[in-house]
């Protein structure tokens, strides 16, 4: 074999070799993928808690949640600034110092804060992108935790951690993590948009399949009729 040759297969094995590699972790191109549990999840003996989450437009993220076991409540709405700014219109213009955010309220003796951050990493959203996410850009899409506790903040900065010390993500999760300060539901069109809007070419392909992938990667997490914010 001469050099050449040698060159063209020790390179094609190489890169088999990697793809090998890359294959046994989510990529923050292909999510929808089995992530490991939260190491520290503390368990909490209280009938319901709440955990507000950014990551995308609100209408995917409401619509993942409805469908999480446990999970008896979701608002789409707007944290990270202040109550006077909290209207779509001043959000969508990138400056207000919103996110487009969920308030879930659950049952933390059915699902725990650990295993809703869990599937916020691996199928609701991509944690690896900054101050945008699919075809939405501006900080109002960002990737944040709200933590409503000093325990969920302690938790969520704490499973970061170790998902990027295993090297799950393709790059580092750029998810920022602070306090819960407020949080405003959005109009009341933004409510259940998914839901009342399944036909939508931007739910169809941005949305639809983090739901697919819900049911898909966490069975056991998934209830196929969701807890709709209409009906409470």
């Not at 060159?7 to 088999?16: D, E, F, I, Q, R």
């Amino acid at each position: 074999m001469n050099v050449k040759a040698l060159t063209l297969v020790l390179a094609a094995a190489a890169v088999a070799s990697i793809a090998a590699l890359l294959s046994s972790h989510a990529s923050a191109g292909d999510l929808n993928k089995e992530i490991p549990a939260a190491a520290s999840d503390p368990a909490n003996s209280a009938a319901s808690e709440v955990a507000v989450l950014a990551g995308g437009c609100f209408w995917g993220q409401q619509g993942v949640f409805e469908h999480v076991k446990g999970v008896t409540k979701v608002v789409a709405g707007y944290s990270g600034g202040s109550n006077r700014t909290a209207r779509y219109d001043t959000v969508s213009e990138g400056v207000s110092g919103h996110a487009e955010s969920v308030q879930i309220t659950f049952d933390p003796r059915q699902v725990t804060f650990g295993q809703l951050l869990r599937v916020y990493f691996s199928v609701a959203h991509d944690p690896t992108e900054l101050d945008r996410q699919g075809p939405d850009t501006g900080s109002q899409y960002r990737s944040e935790i709200f933590a409503a506790s000093p325990e969920q903040e302690a938790a969520a900065r704490a499973y970061i951690a170790q998902l990027d010390a295993a090297h799950i993500f393709a790059a580092p999760i750029v998810t920022k993590v602070g306090p819960l300060k407020g949080f405003y539901p959005a109009e009341d069109y933004h409510q259940d948009y998914l839901v009342k809007n399944p036909d939508s070419s931007y739910i169809r392909t941005n949305d639809l399949p983090k739901i697919a992938g819900l049911k898909r990667v966490w069975p056991d997490l998934y209830r196929e009729t969701p807890v709709l914010l209409a009906e409470k």
